[in-house]
């Protein structure tokens, strides 16, 4: 045996026995809709691939990915065939590029994350294209690119000449998607012109930890709205370009021995691209300007360009903030505390500014070291197979049929009691009874399987039930874990509470990522074009059309919840429907949080057409946001929120009936987001959108007068330092109302698609 075969199979060895759990434990995932034998769990090395970084793993990779023949080219969208494809630790020589289908996800070994090595003479967009352009347009409408994962690579392209284009990723995705654990690796040579990140369009979505390491730009990016958190950029000629966006939130941003931190200049001052950005709790060091804008007091759009930054460490940047004109903000070793440009309304308002800002007055509660406090999703990593507990081993069948409460509820019983993680394995889970996560709970899903209430406990719209309930009781103690899974409803559910949230949780915040509630529109819910097809114009609920009373509620005696790219959703089309058709179904309320002592923290989420709300504070405090995302129900004003469900005073719902005598316009229509008596809310980017009147999108324009409802964001009764930066709402005349009387009219706030305020304070 030769020496570097030796090397080669002691590496292996190692690796075999450091393996990562994930490509160890026996996988039984079930579609159930998608063919006898179809895999969800497909190791690459199984298809070939070798790993070793000599062999084009090209054609193996993608045979992975294309196994069982899920949605790909030419296949709108698809719930049907889920995909997890796994990348053992090694070196992957590629030479054209890797493409995930619709619904699958790409990990590699999260305790030894692989490399994706482009060879010198590689060709296509990006080593991951994870929307290719087989035609001259995406293969995927990007804002319907929902629920997909990659994470644990190294990206390396510096094979590729450096004055050769290249891309590491082409990922013009929306919500429900997310990239975690990535390093990019490109040349850093003068004449580089390689990009790390590539995005242009979309509705997402969350980032989180990446590292871009060389290269011309780390990240060239435009999008509706993205939340990214802890991306560092070392020796790129340009950190980040913002190619376009109307709302856009970093947190924790490290950029290190860069020319420029952020270029959002594009369009130039008079059609800048760039609605806005929100920027805190990061460092800049050694990096020429911080941040170039277009933006100046006549700039076009009026309010384009804004820009919000608050407690930003500065070590060795000359120029903090560059104009087209010279220096907004000069630089040096210092630390920011808050500044920024565009409209304020502190309370009253428009004002436009640019300058110095007070920062919020942040609860130590919220903080760890004077920052937010943030937490990656974990992996579990260090733990063998041993700790894990398949579902499957209980006896439950996925398949959207079967009665699977008693076993899925032993399952998590099982898993608490034994101290093990229970992994949840790709299926259906029918049940036709509350599911309870008690404290301690740590639930794992594989490509985001479904908990799927049924039946008649979950209908009765005047006694709603949860269909999980964390913790038993509102206040319990504990801690918990959970991540990768959707909870759905099926059929008529007029009664159900998606998720319940008691716990009550000190030390270290419990935990949800990447947990979603996905409410119709896919196979097995009977929630879909068959059964309530959309019908413009008509008043009439059809009461099998009623699938939700509520998406989550954190309750009184809840505290101490981390939350991280969850998606609240209410199906306005059918995925499964080719030509993507729309649909209305009614469901009741998006997030209500009226716990006492708060303590909350939410990254990158999102709450869409639910009839009351999407998300509604009451009585509660010391909560952060990071771009939220909202959108009125699609079907309103016919009908409108009055039906179908009533007001109930013990939730504090919204009475449309009361609140909107007086009020011209479509005023009864869902409340984006509502606080009530509530007190140290800090929101850091929000996109409250309105795009349709019954159907139609005529309304949601500057020229038609952004007509499609009356209100979008209410502030009620007590209003202790609630905050919010870049405010952007699309197709609601008021932008934020104040017990009842508008405070920022959308004429009066410009910009490129949206109107936006970037910094309200309510004292």
Known sequence: MRFSTFLLAVAGLAS?????????????????????????????????????????????????????????????????????????AGTYLISGSIRPAYFTMLYG??????????????????????????????????????????????????????????????????????????????PATPDVVHVGLFIEEGSGGFITDLTFNGGASGASMGNQQYTMRN?????CKTAIIQIWDWGWTYVGLSINNCQVGIDMTGGGSNAITTGSVTLIDSTLTNVGVGIKTAWTGNSSPETAGSLVLENIQLSNVPVAVQGPNGNLLNGGTTTIAAWGNGHSYTPNGPREFSGPITPNPRPASLLVNGRYYTRSKPQYESLPASSFLSVRSFGV???????????????????????????????????????RIPPGARIVGESFPVILSAGPYFNDINNPRPVVQVGSVSGQVGQVELSDFIISTQNAQAGAVCIEYNLATSGTPSGMWDV?????????????????????????VKPECIVAFMAMHITKGASGLYMENVWLWTADHDIDDQPNTQI?????????????????????????????????????????????????PYYMPIPNALVPFNPIPALYDPDYRASCVGVAGNCPASWGLRTIDSRNIFVYGA??????????????????????QARITSIEGVADNINIYNLNTIGSQSMLNRNGAMVAWYNDNVNVFPSCIAVYKSN
């Not at 290249?166 to 995705?173: I, K, V």
């Not at 229970?422 to 889970?429: A, I, S, V």
């Not at 303590?599 to 009451?618: A, D, I, K, M, P």
Request: proline letters at 5%; hydrophobic letters at 35%; charged letters at 15%.
């Open 109 to 186: 070994d999260a305790a030894n994350p692989p490399t994706l090595k482009a060879t010198a003479n590689f060709e296509g967009f990006g080593l991951i294209d994870g929307n290719p352009y087989y035609t001259d347009v995406l293969n995927w409408k990007s804002v319907n690119v929902f629920f997909r994962q990659v994470r644990n690579f190294i990206i390396d392209t510096t094979a590729i000449p450096p004055a050769k284009a290249a891309t590491g990723m082409h990922w013009p995705t929306s919500q429900a998607t997310s990239l975690q654990n990535i390093v990019f690796n490109m």
């Open 584 to 632: 209305t179904i009614y469901s009741g309320r998006g997030l209500l949080i009226d716990s006492e002592k708060g303590n909350f923290w939410l990254y990158g989420t999102g709450s869409e057409h639910h009839v009351l709300y999407q998300y509604q504070l009451v009585k509660t405090q010391n909560i952060f946001m990071g771009q939220i995302q909202t959108e009125t």
């Open 231 to 235: 991306l560092k950029f070392n020796n």
């Open 687 to 708: 996109g409250l959108y309105s795009f349709f009147d019954n159907y139609s999108t005529a309304c949601s324009t500057f020229t038609a007068g952004q007509t499609c």
């Open 397 to 435: 069948r996925g398949d959207a049929a079967a009665d699977d409460t008693a076993a899925l509820q032993a399952a998590i019983d099982q898993a608490v009691s034994s101290n093990r993680i229970l992994f949840l394995d790709y299926g259906l889970y029918r049940v036709t009874n509350t599911i």
């Open 16 to 88: 075999s026995v450091n393996a990562y759990w994930l490509g160890d434990i026996a996988h039984r995932g079930l579609a159930p809709f998608a063919g006898p034998n179809y895999p969800v769990f497909r190791n690459v090395k199984d298809y070939g691939a070798r790993g070793d970084g000599v062999t084009d793993d090209t054609a193996a990779i993608n045979a992975a990915i294309t196994a069982g023949n899920p949605c790909n080219r030419g296949c709108a969208s698809s719930t049907t065939t889920p995909g997890l494809v796994y990348f053992p």
């Open 516 to 540: 979603h509630v996905r409410i119709g529109g896919f196979t097995g819910t009977q929630q879909q074009v068959a059964q309530c097809l959309k019908s413009p114009g008509n008043p009439t």
